[in-house]
T-cell receptor, first 111, second 116 residues
Framework: ELKVEQNPLFLSMQEGKNYTIYCNYS?????LYWYRQDPGKSLESLFV?????AVKQEGRLMASLDTKARLSTLHITAAVHDLSATYFC???????????FGTGTRLTIIP | GAVVSQHPSRVICKSGTSVKIECRSL??????MFWYRQFPKQSLMLMAT?????????EQGVEKDKFLINHASLTLSTLTVTSAHPEDSSFYIC????????????FGNGTRLTVT
C-alpha cells in the first residue's frame, strides 16, 4: 500500500525567508504532483513531476523529484503572504491511475 | 484550461434524506472521474473511481450502497449520498484527468455537505 508523508504539517514563516516542504512516499511511483488549497476551496495544480531529477519552477516555488530516495521537495523562496495555503503532494503508484495524497502542509506567511 | 464543474457548492440536509452531487467536465471528455472526501484540516481520501458506462470502483471501507456513483456520460458523474447521517458531513470533491495517464487531476470546487 502506497503511503505518502509530508513534513512539516504546519509551517509558519516570515516574509522574505526560504523554506522547504518534504514529501516522502513508500513505493515505486511514476508520477508526483503538487497542489495548493486555499481555505474552503478546491485544489489547484502546481507541478507535475514525472522523472528522476525533474525540477519545475513557477515564481517563488520550485519542486524537485528524487525517485531513488522516493522524495520530492517544494522549495519556497523569499516567501510572500500570498503563498499562505495548504500544500499537498500526491503520488501515483507505478501503473495505477489512482493518486494518494500526502497529509498536507499548512503554510502561514507572517508579515 | 480544463475545467471541472461541481454542483452544488453547499448543501444542508436532514438526516435520512439523500443528496445528489454532480460533477461535470466542461471542455473535455472524462472517461474516468475520481471522488474524494476531505474532513476539516485533513487530507483527501479517495472514495471511488467513476468509470463511464460501467460500475464505479470503491475504495476499501467505502459503502457502495451509501455512496452511489453514476457515470452516465463522458462529461457527467454523480455521487448520491443516500440516507445521510451527521457523520457524512464533509467536503466532497470530484476530479478528472484531461488526457494522458500522467496529466494532473483537475478538481471541481467541492461540495460542503452538512447533515443535521
Amino acid at each position: 500500500e502506497l503511503k505518502v508523508e509530508q513534513n512539516p504539517l504546519f509551517l509558519s514563516m516570515q516574509e522574505g525567508k526560504n523554506y522547504t516542504i518534504y514529501c516522502n512516499y513508500s513505493t515505486t511511483s511514476d508520477r508526483l504532483y503538487w497542489y495548493r488549497q486555499d481555505p474552503g476551496k478546491s485544489l489547484e495544480s502546481l507541478f507535475v513531476l514525472l522523472s528522476n531529477g525533474a525540477v519545475k519552477q513557477e515564481g517563488r516555488l520550485m519542486a524537485s523529484l528524487d525517485t531513488k530516495a522516493r522524495l520530492s521537495t517544494l522549495h519556497i523562496t523569499a516567501a510572500v503572504h500570498d503563498l499562505s495555503a495548504t500544500y499537498f503532494c500526491a503520488v501515483g503508484a507505478f501503473g495505477n491511475e489512482k493518486l494518494t495524497f500526502g497529509t498536507g502542509t499548512r503554510l502561514t506567511i507572517i508579515p | 484550461g480544463a475545467v471541472v464543474s461541481q454542483h452544488p457548492s453547499r448543501v444542508i440536509c436532514k438526516s435520512g434524506t439523500s443528496v445528489k452531487i454532480e460533477c461535470r467536465s466542461l471542455d473535455f471528455q472524462a472517461t474516468t472521474m475520481f471522488w474524494y472526501r476531505q474532513f476539516p484540516k485533513q487530507s483527501l481520501m479517495l472514495m471511488a473511481t467513476s468509470n463511464e458506462g460501467s460500475k464505479a470502483t470503491y475504495e476499501q471501507g467505502v459503502e457502495k450502497d451509501k455512496f452511489l456513483i453514476n457515470h452516465a456520460s463522458l462529461t457527467l458523474s454523480t455521487l448520491t449520498v443516500t440516507s445521510a447521517h451527521p457523520e457524512d458531513s464533509s467536503f466532497y470533491i470530484c476530479s478528472a484527468r484531461l488526457a494522458g495517464f500522467a496529466s494532473p487531476l483537475h478538481f471541481g470546487n467541492g461540495t460542503r455537505l452538512t447533515v443535521t
